[in-house]
């Protein structure tokens, strides 16, 4: 192996250390003192009876005087608005979706207009907050302002849910938002879970009306805010909200990534869509050399070196973003191969078929 071979190697090792040199979190400290404007918390919701009552209870402390819970009924088939009703919440069906939108946009778009205060959180269903984990990110957007984004910790306490380590890696590593240049440019996207901003921010780039058929919401309106000129900030958040993303099983894991990952590399910038690639195709290098060692002249401690490089790494990154288990670094190519196979199928479902399937809807991409 020539210096050359080294070295490209190393420079892809170090790809993926300056895709996630800082993932940072939402400032940890105390709730918020004084005067705050209330909040319209607007959470879309399409089927989500089992999980609306714990983000409920997380906001039941921390929600101050005129803050309002909105839930909006998007054609669920289970008892998710009987189950808004009975948590306090006050309830919308969204109307019969419309040509040109999407299901959580026309929700979305609902809850905002129908919400009666000048800050706007949307929330994803299953996202829960931490004790004082609302008051820390109201204060994260008032000091920030415009468009304020909180990837919520994963918890995946199932086997299966581990096949979740490289999309979520890689989604954060896609936006731009925390590498060493971070704070000075703006990111690419931003993460739908937990999306802040002011109504008069929201109305000025056109809310999710300008984002209407965009499979990826959080994507777009990232982007509407950056061509406004208004702020956006991409946070972690640890310690602060959490969520599960596919509890009802590997379909459901499969067909939520599919529906999130070729559109979103298509939205990232080119370099760093190469550096993700780069790296990520180290990990598969390593994958082969250990099949390959028997039959290869590879000095076994460089084959060895390489994949515990690769192992460590991974795991440097996902105990900072998600409950993954030690092992699932450890074991980096059984999630790695998910994740490809997973990433081929979604970019023949949005680039040749055309239409992705999520909660029971086929959605034009």
Not at 44 to 62: H, K, N, V
Not at 240 to 257: A, C, D, H
Not at 282 to 310: D, E, H
């Amino acid at each position: 192996m020539t210096r050359f071979d080294l070295a490209w190697l190393a420079a892809r090792w170090a790809a993926g250390c300056w895709l996630l040199w800082r993932i940072a979190p939402v400032a940890v400290g105390g709730a918020l003192t004084g005067r705050r404007r209330a909040c319209s918390v607007v959470i879309p919701a399409r089927d989500e009876g089992r999980s609306l009552p714990i983000l409920l209870a997380s906001l039941r402390d921390e929600l101050g005087p005129g803050d309002e819970v909105i839930v909006v009924d998007d054609d669920s088939g289970d008892d998710t608005a009987a189950v808004g009703l009975a948590n306090g919440a006050t309830v919308l069906t969204a109307p019969p979706l419309a040509d040109g939108w999407t299901g959580k946009n026309a929700a979305c778009w609902t809850g905002a207009g129908a919400a009666t205060n000048d800050v706007l959180v949307f929330l994803d269903a299953d996202t829960q907050f931490e004790p004082g984990g609302f008051d820390r990110v109201r204060r994260a957007h008032d000091e920030r302002g415009g468009l304020l984004s909180v990837q919520p910790f994963h918890d995946v306490p199932r086997p299966y849910e581990q096949l979740s380590a490289y999309f979520n890696v890689i989604a954060m590593m896609g936006i731009d938002a925390f590498t060493p240049r971070g704070d000075r440019r703006p990111p690419t996207g931003a993460f739908g879970p937990v999306l802040v901003t002011t109504r008069e921010d929201y109305e000025a780039v056109g809310g999710h009306r300008a984002v209407a058929g965009e499979v990826l919401d959080d994507m777009a309106l990232a982007r509407a805010y950056v061509a406004a000129d208004r702020p956006v900030t991409c946070l972690a958040g640890q310690g602060t909200v959490r969520f599960r993303m596919y509890p009802k099983g590997l379909g459901q894991l499969v067909e939520g990534w599919t529906k999130n990952f070729a559109g979103g590399a298509a939205d990232t910038r080119k370099l760093t869509l190469l550096l993700v690639a780069a790296w990520v195709s180290l990990g598969i290098q390593a994958t082969y050399w250990v099949v390959a060692a028997p039959w290869r002249s590879t000095s076994l401690v460089l084959v060895a070196g390489l994949y515990l490089a690769v192992a460590a790494q991974l795991w440097w990154m996902l105990r900072r973003i998600g409950s993954f288990s030690p092992a699932t670094a450890a074991l980096f190519p059984i999630p790695l191969v998910a994740f490809v196979a997973v990433f081929v199928r979604s970019v023949v479902s949005i680039h040749v078929r055309h239409r992705v399937t999520w909660k029971g809807r086929e959605l034009a991409t």
